[in-house]
């Protein structure tokens, strides 16, 4: 007989002691989204994302190449950037004090500095980060040795075996915040238990009495039977360990970033691709913002249940809530 773990307690979601630790134990040891090769589309563009607390910068080089780099100075932390995206002239230039990086990272000149025996500025490059592509998505992580991004995709790799995402662009984003723990949002994304009384009109597109989640290595791969062939939904949803939605809809993709702010808010950033020139269909989107609204709500009220004393531990479905059991293991685990 199959057995009906209990949830993880409820102070991992109410305590913010558990957000330092789970940044150093999770999210600087995993790989994290960052954006798709489209907001990079010629040399010496750039696009600035903050992971977790961590604000980091991917640059094309003049050569072509994507780096990934920590978006800090070296002299005072200043910010290398004070917008998401755009190209520059050839060097990063800090708008706090003047410093120029060359676009590999290194210190070209820092500004204005005055004479210093003992400053080697060949020793104050840029932080550099490790990234990684998989189909046009760069990830980065601020491990120095992550695990290969290749390995952790590989179940989604098999099932979209046939798909072909080589010409597909950024078509829109969304950025939605929520007041809850991350590992709230996160579990509710991990089981389709809800979603016949939570989602009316997701549960009119797919056969949610056949809805399946199957965990395989780090992911969790969501399965529901589209209703109509004509739908918006394909029927298939990934997730990957830690935050990481990948959403396949009949035309185009939604990836989507589930980024803790804090131990008590969550943002959502949709990212939309579509094949090149395709606008988002009115109707995926429209789709996206309801069922999104409803799972702010619910996890919303959740959190203030959890944050208000009386409820310490569940029970998970062992028919539904597998990838949840999966989630808390792993958590414990890091
Ligand atoms: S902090 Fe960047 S130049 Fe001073
Ligand atoms: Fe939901």
Redesign the pocket.
């Known amino acids: 007989m199959t057995q009906s773990p209990l949830t993880a307690p409820a102070s991992w979601y109410s305590d913010p002691s558990h957000w330092p630790r789970e940044r150093a134990g999770v999210f600087a040891k995993s790989w994290q989204f960052v954006t798709h090769e489209s907001a990079l589309p010629e040399p010496r563009s750039w696009r600035a994302e903050t992971l977790a607390g961590y604000p980091v910068l991917l640059v094309r080089g003049e050569d072509g190449e994507v780096r990934g780099f920590h978006n800090v100075c070296r002299h005072r932390a200043g910010p290398l950037v004070r917008t998401e995206q755009g190209v520059c002239d050839g060097v990063l230039v800090c708008p706090y004090h003047g410093w120029r990086y060359a676009l590999d990272g290194r210190l070209r000149a820092a500004r204005d500095f005055g004479a210093a025996a003992d400053f080697d500025p060949r020793e104050y490059g840029l932080f550099p980060l490790n990234i990684a592509p998989w189909r046009g998505l760069w990830f980065a992580s601020v491990a120095e040795n992550p695990a290969p991004l290749a390995a952790l995709l590989a179940p989604l790799e098999l099932r979209l075996a046939d798909a072909d995402w080589s010409n597909l662009r950024i078509a829109a984003r969304r950025t939605h915040t929520l007041a809850c723990n991350w590992k709230t949002y996160v579990e ?2 991990l089981e389709g238990y ?2 016949p009384l ?2 009316p009109t997701l549960d009119a597109e797919v056969h949610s009495d056949q809805y399946t989640v199957t965990v395989e290595g780090r992911t969790a791969l969501h399965y529901a039977p589209p209703r109509d062939p004509m739908g918006v939904y394909d029927g298939l949803w990934a997730w990957v360990w830690p935050n990481i939605g990948v959403n396949v809809y009949r035309r185009g993709l939604m990836i989507e970033r589930m980024s803790p702010l804090g131990a008590d808010r969550t943002q959502l950033d949709y990212l939309y691709l579509m094949p090149e020139g395709d606008a988002v269909p009115g109707e995926t989107l429209v789709m996206a913002d309801q ?1 999104t609204a ?2 702010k709500w619910i996890v919303e009220r959740v959190q203030e249940n959890l944050n208000s004393g009386i409820y310490e531990h569940g029970r998970l479905s062992p028919k539904h809530e597998g990838a949840i059991a999966a989630f808390q293991t792993w958590l414990r685990e890091a």
């Open positions: 509710n994304y809800h979603v939570l989602h069922v409803e799972d």
